[in-house]
């Protein structure tokens, strides 16, 4: 498996990609492209023999930083890749970003494990954030606050857990 940059003329293949992992709520072709060509939105696929089974897609701004999306082919879940995904794009961030937040479905234990596992808390909650086919559910905000001696070296491909810290020490 191989992590590669994405950029706004991979809007197509990424909005198919976000459907099936998203189902009730699927961005266009239209919208990745817009968001690929904001300022400070970097995204990236896991793709595996020339296949895409997952994208990360993340903004900064000054000294904080949104995961924006992050999703997983449902037949290539719960074997490490959204781990790999979130560690790629954490790492990648400017050695400045000291907060990175998030909001997860509280109906997603999957994620919600992840994000625990990967030192995220929770901060907030948006009520009825996502969409549902019938009706909406909750969304938990969580943030990361990252430690001093972190990478912002965008193409490392960090290992599980470790978003590029020398040390496992958090402040």
Same mark, same amino acid.
């Given at each position: 498996?191989?992590?590669?940059?994405?950029?706004? /003329?991979?809007?197509?293949?990424?909005?198919?990609? !976000?459907?099936?992992? @998203?189902?009730?709520?699927?961005?266009? *072709?239209?919208?990745?492209?817009?968001?690929?060509?904001?300022?400070?939105?970097?995204?990236?696929?896991?793709?595996? *023999?020339?296949?895409?089974? /997952? @994208?990360?897609?993340?903004? !900064?701004?000054?000294?904080?930083?949104?995961?924006?999306?992050? /999703?997983?082919?449902?037949?290539?879940?719960?074997?490490?890749?959204? =781990?790999?995904?979130?560690? !790629? *794009?954490?790492?990648?961030?400017?050695?400045?970003?000291?907060?990175? !937040?998030?909001?997860?479905?509280?109906?997603?234990?999957?994620?919600?494990?992840?994000?625990?596992?990967?030192? @995220?808390?929770?901060?907030?909650?948006?009520?009825?954030?996502?969409? =549902?086919?019938?009706?909406?559910?909750? *969304?938990?905000?969580?943030?990361?606050?990252?430690?001093?001696?972190?990478? $912002?070296?965008?193409?490392?491909?960090?290992?599980? $857990?470790?978003?590029? =810290?020398?040390?496992?020490?958090?402040?």
């Amino acid at each position: 498996m191989r992590i590669l940059a994405i950029g706004p /003329g991979d809007g197509a293949w990424l909005a198919a990609l !976000h459907r099936a992992c @998203f189902p009730d709520d699927a961005w266009d *072709a239209d919208a990745w492209a817009s968001l690929l060509a904001q300022p400070g939105v970097r995204g990236a696929a896991l793709v595996e *023999a020339d296949e895409p089974i /997952g @994208f990360v897609l993340v903004r !900064h701004a000054a000294d904080e930083a949104e995961i924006l999306t992050i /999703g997983v082919a449902p037949g290539r879940r719960r074997a490490g890749c959204g =781990r790999r995904l979130l560690d !790629h *794009a954490v790492a990648g961030l400017p050695a400045d970003v000291a907060t990175v !937040h998030l909001e997860v479905a509280v109906d997603n234990p999957a994620a919600l494990a992840l994000y625990g596992r990967s030192g @995220f808390a929770p901060v907030g909650r948006r009520r009825g954030y996502y969409r =549902r086919r019938d009706g909406s559910v909750d *969304a938990l905000m969580l943030s990361l606050v990252r430690a001093n001696g972190l990478s $912002g070296n965008w193409k490392s491909d960090a290992g599980p $857990g470790n978003h590029g =810290r020398e040390t496992p020490e958090r402040v």
